[in-house]
T-cell receptor, first 110, second 113 residues
Framework: GQQLNQSPQSMFIQEGEDVSMNCTSS?????WLWYKQEPGEGPVLLIA?????ELTSNGRLTAQFGITRKDSFLNISASIPSDVGIYFC??????????FGTGTRLTIIP | DAGITQSPRHKVTETGTPVTLRCHQT?????MYWYRQDPGHGLRLIHY???????DKGEVSDGYSVSRSKTEDFLLTLESATSSQTSVYFC????????????FGQGTRLTVV
């Protein structure tokens, strides 16, 4: 079936540390999306990637579209308390069925 | 913020009753999606629409139906609610076929007792 495998499932880090997470797909994608969700809210789009090998930044966030087109990576540099939340990758199976990974829950230890 | 409104925001209903959730957009976007979110499962696609009266199933469509009679409205119906359908439901919209950046509503928390 259509699957997006996201890892790690959870991360516990100290403020100031860098964060890395990744997502792999069973199919080739033309687009990779990264979202963040905070409690009680809908997911918010962070970064969109459209080309294999593309590297895109949004402030302290950097995402990469893997050259195989079956994976993507998100990095957060110098984490701060407001980075807490659940991060999701997403991609369009068949160019229409936008499918999400199971998420990476980020917790920052004081 | 993208113009998406979900209603109701919260609902408690009894097993076996029909329930309809509404998603309304003011962006004139072509694509609309319904997802459910449960712990450990992330966001799972229920149904989506690629135009007025054009809909298709997602990965967890059993027990759900949808309708889209106008560009701006996408309805999700649980014909006979079950406890397994207790969840948070999110609507999302997306404009283009290849640039599938989707924007989400605030969610509807549904409890089936």
């Amino acid at each position: 079936g259509q699957q997006l495998n996201q890892s790690p499932q959870s991360m516990f880090i100290q403020e100031g540390e860098d964060v890395s997470m990744n997502c792999t797909s069973s199919s080739i994608f033309n687009t990779w999306l990264w979202y963040k969700q905070e409690p009680g809210e809908g997911p918010v789009l962070l970064i969109a990637l459209y080309k294999a090998g593309e590297l895109t930044s949004n402030g302290r966030l950097t995402a990469q579209f893997g050259i195989t087109r079956k994976d993507s990576f998100l990095n957060i540099s110098a984490s701060i308390p407001s980075d807490v939340g659940i991060y999701f990758c997403a991609g369009p199976f068949g160019n229409e069925k936008l499918t999400f990974g199971t998420g990476t829950r980020l917790t920052i230890i004081p | 913020d993208a113009g998406i409104t979900q209603s109701p925001r919260h609902k408690v209903t009894e097993t076996g009753t029909p329930v309809t959730l509404r998603c309304h957009q003011t962006e004139n976007h072509r694509y609309m999606y319904w997802y459910r979110q449960d712990p450990g499962h992330g966001l799972r696609l229920i149904h989506y629409s690629y135009g007025v009266k054009d809909t298709d199933k997602g990965e967890v469509s059993d027990g759900y139906s949808v309708s889209r009679s106008k560009t701006e409205d996408f309805l999700l119906t649980l014909e006979s609610a079950t406890s397994s359908q207790t969840s948070v439901y999110f609507c999302a919209i997306s404009g283009l076929l290849t640039n599938t950046e989707a924007f989400f509503g605030q969610g509807t928390r549904l409890t089936v007792v």
